[in-house]
């Protein structure tokens, strides 16, 4: 595997929570922190995605901001990341899952296959999430591509590339339906607590 740099998505604007969601706290941290120790274990480094302008909300990680305009979404965060990290993959973990830890972070890693662009986690619905995922170089241009092209939605991109899914079926014992509990709401971040 190539280099591998943890990036922690933090730059949304967090209208229903009423705050950007990396800076609201659980635990003592906010949760941009909270993502960075979950990815910092498995990763030479780890960058903290804000929007342009936006303070960071894990300080001990060094920021990367979105190309202007802001708030045009995860993948302008993921970009810029990789306009920054020379050859290197990416870990990417979204603030707003902080039930993640870094166990389920090594899953993904294990599970990848040489021939894959794109890994992350898939919940007992069926959903997919891959703002929790690794995200390959191999990616850079489709995702350049889509930001010339002002495609913002991840999901747009995913029939373009080699998707591995990994969801119940290939993670036998792990909750995913807990670990992928997502912080959208202020009543979210208080059950995220207990």
Not at 79 to 97: F, I, K, P, W
Request: glycine fraction near 10%; include cysteine; aromatic fraction near 4%.
């Amino acid at each position: 595997m190539a280099q591998l740099i943890g990036l922690v998505l933090a730059g949304g604007q967090g209208s229903r929570l009423g705050r950007p969601k990396g800076s609201a706290v659980l635990g003592g941290i906010t949760l941009a922190e909270r993502a960075g120790r979950s990815l910092r274990p498995l990763t030479g480094s780890v960058l903290i995605s804000v929007a342009p302008g936006m303070a960071n909300p894990a300080p001990k990680y060094p920021a990367v901001e979105d190309a202007a305009p802001a708030f045009r979404g995860a993948l302008s965060g993921i970009h810029a990341a990789m306009a920054v990290t020379g050859e290197a993959d990416l870990l990417v973990l979204a603030c707003d899952y902080p039930a993640v830890d870094t166990a389920l972070l090594g899953k993904i890693l294990e599970h990848s296959r040489p021939e894959d662009d794109l890994v992350f986690l898939v919940d007992p619905a069926g959903r997919d999430h891959p703002l929790v995922g690794l995200w390959k170089r191999s990616t850079r241009e489709r995702v350049r591509e889509a930001m010339e092209y002002r495609m913002y939605k991840v999901r747009a991109l995913l029939a373009e590339l080699v998707v591995r899914r990994l969801g119940p079926e290939t993670l036998p014992g792990v909750d995913l339906e807990t670990a992928l509990f997502n912080v959208n709401e202020p009543g979210d971040l208080e059950r995220a607590g207990k």
